[in-house]
């Protein structure tokens, strides 16, 4: 039994549910279908999702909201037309945003229960053109399917009782259609994952009815080694690790949400990445172990958006504490960090610019300077992180020497380098000014 996800680009208009439909009727292993809601059906339209939280929004404050909800009828009306499957559809779901609007729901929990409906509609219109066209397909609700999460709107967690629930769907003989991105509390409150969350919903159904497969369907043939909008025609990744694909999608690779993969990952299923485009494609398969020729540096990403907050001081070494002391003034303007390269008298804290204004920085310096009189304190805004990726590295002689040599190349400045708490990856932090060329010559060393 294999699960299929298909991403909002796969089901933007009539015809690419069609392709979606074909693709599903040629493998009969394929029996769970996961989708999200539409995408975007033109490059000046909005996504689905992003239509249904200004509705939501909009209605919150008392603002119209007709024009974007002729906007979601008017996608859905071409959808639904060019399937060939019953106008009323289309009444029926303007009709559901109206149900909730004008219901009693606390603000967070009708926000949510407006963003589902986008993956919602998706799961009704796919099962109603999979069943004209002559396949044993059924909707199914999250509830109905098993999918029990936390009682958190906008960041719910899966709860252990429902992986039980869910390994009935085994003895389903249809094709089962499932909405992703949400489930349901043990009260029955809707609750949706955090944003992207299809691709969980669909590695929790995975790794729930043990599959032999779980197939992620987007619009690229395979992930690639590098940001192919940086470099031209980059190397395709046939074969990734579990560790290896989520040091990338930490670090700027786009095709998973952060979270997605971790239901598949421990349960040990093997995931495909395929394109919807071009089905034919091998695509890249992310396993738990890979062969050791194919052991090596396999992808570079990179993210800009990063801070630096250095702290020095003479004999911090030997101060017990102040490093948790230090922590805990970020901790308390409610700030994390990302990384924590640190020497014998100092310390950098690496952390998300878009958490750190500047009345917080301001604030966390004076904070710092009066708890822990350090001799220095300073903020380096505009920074980038690029991370190199591979299983082996840390027994690969020569990975740091022919890194470090493509910077000085192309004639970029490190600031910083964190190597061995992870033996997968290695990190550099640049200025964000540089990250182009920088990722340019670290691609022709490594890939070239």
Not at 100 to 118: F, M, N, T
Not at 417 to 424: H, L
Request: charged share 25%; proline share 3%; hydrophobic share 40%.
């Amino acid at each position: 039994m294999k699960v299929a996800k298909f991403g909002g680009s796969s089901l933007a208009n009539a015809n690419q549910f069609k392709k979606v439909g074909r693709i599903i009727q040629e493998d009969g292993d394929r029996k769970i279908i996961v989708v999200s809601a539409p995408g975007k059906h033109s490059d000046s339209s909005l996504k689905m999702t992003d239509l249904l939280i200004m509705i939501g929004e909009a209605s919150r404050n008392y603002k119209p909201y007709n024009q974007f909800t002729q906007m979601v009828q008017e996608q859905f009306q071409e959808i639904i037309e060019g399937l060939g499957l019953q106008n009323g559809l289309v009444e029926e779901i303007i009709q559901s945003i109206e149900r909730v609007i004008q219901s009693d729901l606390p603000s967070e929990r009708k926000l949510d229960a407006i963003k589902a409906l986008g993956e919602d509609w998706s799961a009704r219109i796919l099962s109603q053109y999979l069943s004209l066209n002559g396949l044993n397909a059924m909707y199914m609700n999250p509830k109905d399917a098993g999918i029990i999460v936390s009682n958190e709107a906008g960041n719910a967690q899966l709860l252990p009782e429902s992986m039980e629930r869910i390994f009935a769907l085994r003895e389903k003989s249809q094709i089962i259609v499932i909405p992703g991105f949400f489930g349901y509390t043990l009260d029955g409150t809707l609750a949706t994952f955090s944003r992207g969350g299809s691709d969980i919903t669909g590695a929790i159904l995975a790794a729930g009815v043990k599959a032999s497969l779980y197939e992620n369907f987007t619009d690229v043939d395979s992930v690639y080694a590098v940001n192919p909008t940086i470099v031209q025609n980059p190397k395709e990744i046939q074969v990734l690790t579990y560790k290896e694909m989520r040091e990338l999608s930490y670090a700027g690779f786009s095709v998973f949400h952060d979270e997605a993969l971790i239901p598949a990952f421990r349960a040990g299923i093997p995931v495909a990445i395929k394109n919807t485009n071009n089905p034919k494609a091998a695509g890249t398969r992310i396993v738990a172990e890979k062969e050791a020729k194919n052991i090596g540096v396999v992808g570079i990403a990179s993210d800009d958006g990063f801070s630096s907050l250095f702290v020095s001081k003479y004999l911090m070494n030997r101060e017990v504490g102040f490093g948790r002391k230090l922590l805990h003034i970020l901790e308390d303007e409610d700030i994390s960090f990302e990384h924590v390269p640190s020497g014998i008298d100092d310390l950098s804290v690496i952390l998300r610019e878009n958490q750190l204004t500047p009345s917080k920085e301001q604030f966390i310096i004076e904070k710092i300077k009066e708890q822990l009189q350090p001799e220095t304190v300073t903020i380096q805004r505009n920074l980038a992180m690029i991370m190199i990726v591979g299983e082996g590295m840390m027994r690969t002689i020569g990975i740091a020497q022919k890194a470090t040599k493509a910077f000085k190349d192309a004639n970029v400045n490190i600031v910083m380098i964190n190597q061995g708490s992870s033996d997968v990856s290695m990190m550099f932090g640049i200025d964000a000014n540089d990250l182009e060329k920088a990722i340019q010559s670290l691609y022709k060393v490594f890939f070239d």
